[in-house]
């Protein structure tokens, strides 16, 4: 197999005079590095949606940089089922493109891509940004809000931050319906949380739907997908994870082939 087959994208950076520090344009995908003082264009498209190529530590100078903002800023961490839900899925890229910040979260989109960045393939394996940002929102006492698809998915979610995370603030939790009938009960009950974070493991469609029809009565500063199945506890690492990250990105190659096949007719 030819790698011209595989169809990632990357624009290189571009330097320009800093305006701020650890800031982020969505419209134009530049961050802002403070020890550089100047800041840097980034992204990469794979089976056409777009993602923020940036450090864990460069991710984390946003996110607090979005934690003191007024807005509520959507932050997507991008797994292979994501991107192959985005193919099968109408609306799912044009979804995740109204994010504030994409990061991946897959090696396996990586390695499909063909990206050889050592730093990226090992902080994305081991979840770095994640666990930097959850021992972040610890440390910072930020409170917290779950939002899931189910009852059942938000015990499982709770259950998984309790055991690895302990110490976060989670003061409160809701499952997402499908329609908008139960919108107002959820967005007064965070907001008389004065909650600063949600996490959510709701699939990208809803999210993007209860966001759409809420984000400007939701008083919190962040809001993090980070899906139904977290990745923070070292389930990447031992046969068992590398299996599934051998799935995951033969599955993405197929997918980026037949995107090229399309493409060539």
């Not at 500063?221 to 389930?235: N, Q, Y």
Request: aromatic fraction near 6%.
């Amino acid at each position: 197999m030819k790698k011209e087959l595989i169809s990632a994208t990357i624009v290189q950076p571009v330097h320009q005079p800093i305006r701020h520090k650890a800031a982020y344009d969505k419209e134009n995908g530049r961050m802002y590095r403070e020890k550089t003082g100047e800041k840097m264009e980034k992204k990469i498209s794979v089976l056409g949606v777009w993602a923020d190529r940036c450090t864990a530590k460069d991710a984390m100078r946003i996110c607090v940089e979005y934690s003191h903002t007024d807005a509520l800023n959507i932050v997507e961490i991008l797994t292979a089922d994501v991107l192959v839900q985005s193919r099968m899925t109408e609306g799912v890229k044009e979804n995740i493109a109204e994010a504030d910040l994409v990061l991946i979260g897959d090696k396996a989109i990586l390695e499909a891509a063909g990206i050889t960045d050592r730093q990226m393939l090992k902080e994305t394996e081991g979840n770095v940004f994640l666990k930097m940002f959850l021992r972040f929102l610890k440390k910072d006492g930020q409170r917290l809000f779950l939002v899931g698809d189910s009852q059942e998915d938000l015990a499982e979610f709770q259950s998984f931050l309790e055991t690895h995370h302990q110490g976060l603030r989670i003061v409160g939790s809701a499952v997402i319906p499908e329609h908008d009938k139960g919108d107002d009960m959820i967005v007064n009950q965070i907001n008389g949380l004065e909650v600063d974070c949600i996490l959510s493991g709701l699939s990208v469609a809803k999210q993007e739907a209860f966001i759409k029809r809420n984000r400007n009565l939701l008083n919190a500063r962040l809001w993090m997908r980070i899906g139904k199945t977290p990745r923070t506890s070292g389930e990447s690492s031992g046969f068992a994870g590398t299996v599934r990250n051998f799935l995951r990105k033969h599955i993405l190659i197929k997918e980026m082939e037949k995107e090229n096949r399309k493409k060539e007719n």
